[in-house]
């Protein structure tokens, strides 16, 4: 069999987001790019490469299944010349890169992200057409209104009470995934492996929740990467949240200004102020950061890696990595307490951290002093 190469091209800007993770394990829809071609390898999905062919997928790229089906020697490419995918050699992966290859338009529908609020630019029926693939061999609930499905896999609960609206799109719930009473779940919604919904939740449409989560209040059009808890009463809204994130009851997020003007934000303290064209965008939440109770997050925060925010005033802006901010002002937290926290964390998902984590964390941690 040949080999799918996801490649990043640099020009994907993700901020904290992009600290700990690939082009291929960012989760912009439903699925990683990991996830889709692991499903589609099991499926049996026509187009997968074959003998000695080489398919190049650019990690920024939202496409659907389409992406298989690039022919040997095509190049899709962006109206700049970015790749988005090709067909190729070996031998001509370097070459196509680079600019080789019979160069195509990116078919209708493909789009190439640059910053994390494109994420969110067509989510909805990203998520609706991811599930629909993904979930087209599962079992079906019933739903409490709407014509859409209800996708379930081995494992799930449904408690009573709660209801499943599919009038907007569809609903998949991942396996052991929990939904508790009188919860509301409006569709399109991908609830990931073993995550719960808390009792009287509401998660609205276009909202992708990873595996390991635990999500209570209100959310809206966000993305949770996965093992991130948002657990208690609270409101986040268009928003990309990272792993190992937990946010304190009550923890509140605003997306939209008071002018209902175009969110600005810096991905990074250092970073340049950029326009997102977007009138909805709340946060971005790198991983490992905690919040305290109480917390308000205002409109396009880009809150760094590792960051602990106890402070009374709201979180704005653009934080620096490792930020421990409390009402006796904001300094970096230490590297090894932040690691035995991180651990200790990790282990309650029986997961651990990896040596190449634990690496780029403390080299996050070094490049702020």
Request: glycine share 14%; proline share 4%; charged share 20%.
């Amino acid at each position: 069999m040949g080999q799918i190469v996801i490649f990043s091209d640099g020009l994907l800007d993700l901020g904290p987001l992009g600290d700990l993770r690939s082009a291929a394990d960012q989760r912009l829809s439903a699925l990683t790019w990991a996830e889709r071609l692991e499903f589609w390898r099991g499926s049996g999905a026509r187009g997968m490469p074959g003998g000695d062919e080489v398919l190049l997928i650019n990690g920024a790229l939202c496409a659907d299944r389409g992406v298989l089906e690039t022919p040997l020697g095509a190049a899709y490419r962006s109206s700049t010349g970015r790749l988005g995918a090709a067909r190729c050699r070996p031998s001509e992966v370097e070459l196509t890169k680079g600019g080789g290859g019979a160069s195509r338009p990116l078919p209708a529908g493909w789009r190439l992200m640059e910053r994390p609020w494109h994420a969110l630019d067509g989510l909805a029926g990203r998520i609706a057409s991811e599930i629909t693939d993904v979930c087209a061999g599962w079992k079906t609930a019933r739903a409490a209104c709407g014509e859409h499905p209800v996708f379930v896999a081995a494992g799930v609960s449904i408690g009573p009470g709660a209801i499943m609206d599919a009038r907007a799109g569809p609903i998949a719930l991942a396996e052991d995934a929990a939904v508790e009473p009188n919860a509301v779940v409006q569709g399109p919604v991908w609830i990931g492996r073993a995550s719960v919904i808390a009792p009287g939740a509401l998660i609205r449409g276009a909202t992708s929740i990873g595996p390991w989560c635990k999500i209570g209040g209100e959310v809206s059009g966000c993305i949770f990467t996965g093992y991130s808890n948002k657990a208690h009463d609270g409101f986040l809204g268009d928003s990309l949240v990272g792993e190992w994130v937990n946010l304190g009851a009550a923890t509140n997020n605003s997306n939209l200004l008071n002018t209902y003007g175009e969110v600005t934000m810096r991905l990074r303290p250092s970073a340049a102020l950029e326009k997102t064209g977007r009138q909805f965008f709340g946060s971005l939440i790198g991983d490992h950061v905690k919040t305290a109770i109480g917390t308000r997050i205002f409109t396009g925060a880009s809150v760094g890696t590792g960051t602990m925010w106890a402070a009374s005033a709201p979180l704005q802006g653009a934080t620096e990595s490792f930020e421990w901010a409390t009402d006796e002002g904001r300094r970096q937290h230490g590297i090894e307490k932040f690691l035995e926290t991180a651990r200790t964390v990790m282990k309650r998902r029986a997961k651990e951290l990896s040596a190449a984590d634990e690496t780029q964390l403390r080299a996050l941690h070094a490049a702020r002093r």
